[in-house]
C-alpha cells in the first residue's frame, strides 16, 4: 500500500511537486485494492482532494467535463503549471545537453528525450533522429564519430547508436585497465631491481674490509720498484743509519767525520736566515761562523750522545 501523495505547494518548483504528484497519485490509485476499482468521476474527486487547498486555483477554471475524468484534469492542470515555452528557445536548450563525465548512456538519452517534449515537434516527428544527433555531437572520440559516419542510414538507428558507443566505451575502460596493470607490473620490476641493487650494496659493504686485506697482501707480493718482491729475503732494508732532518733530507750516516765534513761544506757559503752580522768566531755547537740568534744545531739531535742542540762533531761529552 502507497502513501498518500503530498498536497502542492505554491513555489517556483511546482512543476517539479506536479511531476512527481502525479507519478505517486498514479500509484496510490492503481495498487490500492479498493481505490482501483473506483469510477472515473471518484478519482477526479480524490484527485482534486489530494491536491490541496493552497493549490486550488489550479482546476478552479476546469471544466465540468474535465473535473468528472482524473486524465483530463491533469492534462489541464498541466497547462496551469507549466509555463509558456518558446519551441525555438526549448530546441536551442535541446542542443546544450551535454552528457555528464561518468554519466550513464541511458540516463542522458532518458534527459534528452524529456527536454524533446517541450521542443513543440510536430506530431509524427520521428525523435530518435533527435536524439541521434545529440549523441553523435557530443562525441569526443573522433575514431568513435567516423565508425558511426560510416553507417548506413538504414542500419543507423537509436539502438544501434547506443550500442556502438557502450561498445566503444567498454572497449575503451578495458584498454586503460590493461595499460594500468602494466604499469603496476612495471613499477614492482623496478622496485624488486632497487632492492636487489641494496642487497648487493650492503653485501660488498660487508665484504670490503676482506677485500682491503686481500688487496694489502696482492701489494705485498708485488714487484718493488727494482724488481724484487717486498716480501723477498733480497729486499733493501733501511738501516738504522739512514734518518731523514727536518727539511726531509736523508742522513746516509750518523758517524762524526762525516757530519763534519758535510757541514765544513755548508759553512763555506753559510745562510743567514735572520739577517745577522756574523761575528768571526765558530760556534761551539755547530762549527759555523753565525750571527746571533740562530743555530743549525737547534733543537738538532746529537747521533753521538743522544741529546739535543749541537751536532755529532762538536760533541763535548763523554761517549
Request: aromatic share 6%; with cysteine; net charge positive.
Amino acid at each position: 500500500m502507497t502513501d498518500v501523495p503530498k498536497p502542492l505547494k505554491p513555489g517556483e518548483d511546482l512543476e517539479t511537486q506536479w511531476k512527481k504528484f502525479k507519478w505517486d497519485f498514479a500509484g496510490h490509485v492503481q495498487f490500492d485494492a479498493v481505490r482501483s476499482r473506483w469510477n472515473a468521476e471518484t478519482k477526479a474527486k480524490y484527485l482534486v482532494q489530494c491536491i490541496g487547498i493552497e493549490c486550488d486555483y489550479l482546476h478552479a477554471d476546469a471544466t465540468e467535463q474535465q473535473k468528472a475524468d482524473p486524465t483530463l484534469l491533469m492534462g489541464y492542470i498541466d497547462t496551469q503549471v507549466k509555463p509558456t515555452l518558446n519551441s525555438c528557445f526549448e530546441r536551442y536548450l535541446f542542443k546544450q545537453i551535454k552528457r555528464l563525465p561518468g554519466e550513464d548512456l541511458n540516463l542522458y538519452v532518458s534527459r534528452c528525450k524529456e527536454k524533446l517534449e517541450s521542443c513543440g515537434l510536430a506530431e509524427g516527428t520521428d525523435v530518435n533522429v533527435f536524439l541521434i544527433d545529440a549523441l553523435v555531437h557530443n562525441l569526443e572520440d573522433l575514431t568513435l564519430q567516423q565508425l558511426i559516419f560510416r553507417t548506413s542510414n538504414e542500419e543507423l538507428t537509436l539502438a544501434k547508436t547506443m550500442e556502438l558507443i557502450k561498445v566503444h566505451e567498454a572497449g575503451k575502460k578495458q584498454l586503460n585497465e590493461i595499460q594500468a596493470y602494466k604499469q603496476r607490473l612495471q613499477a614492482i620490476a623496478v622496485s624488486n631491481s632497487d632492492h636487489s641493487h641494496d642487497a648487493a650494496g650492503r653485501s660488498n659493504r660487508h665484504s670490503r674490509p676482506r677485500s682491503r686485506s686481500s688487496s694489502r697482501d696482492g701489494a705485498a707480493r708485488s714487484p718493488g720498484r727494482h724488481g724484487v718482491k717486498h716480501n723477498s729475503p733480497y729486499r733493501r732494508r733501511s738501516t738504522s743509519n739512514q734518518r731523514h732532518d727536518r727539511r726531509g733530507s736523508r742522513t746516509r750516516s750518523k758517524s762524526p767525520r762525516h757530519q763534519q765534513q758535510r757541514y765544513q761544506a755548508r759553512s763555506s757559503t753559510p745562510r743567514r736566515r735572520n739577517n745577522s752580522v756574523s761575528n768571526g768566531e765558530e760556534c761551539v755547537n755547530c762549527g759555523q761562523d753565525h750571527g746571533e740568534g740562530w743555530c743549525p744545531a737547534t733543537n738538532r739531535q746529537c747521533h753521538a750522545c743522544g741529546k739535543r742542540g749541537h751536532f755529532a762533531f762538536k760533541c763535548r761529552n763523554d761517549h
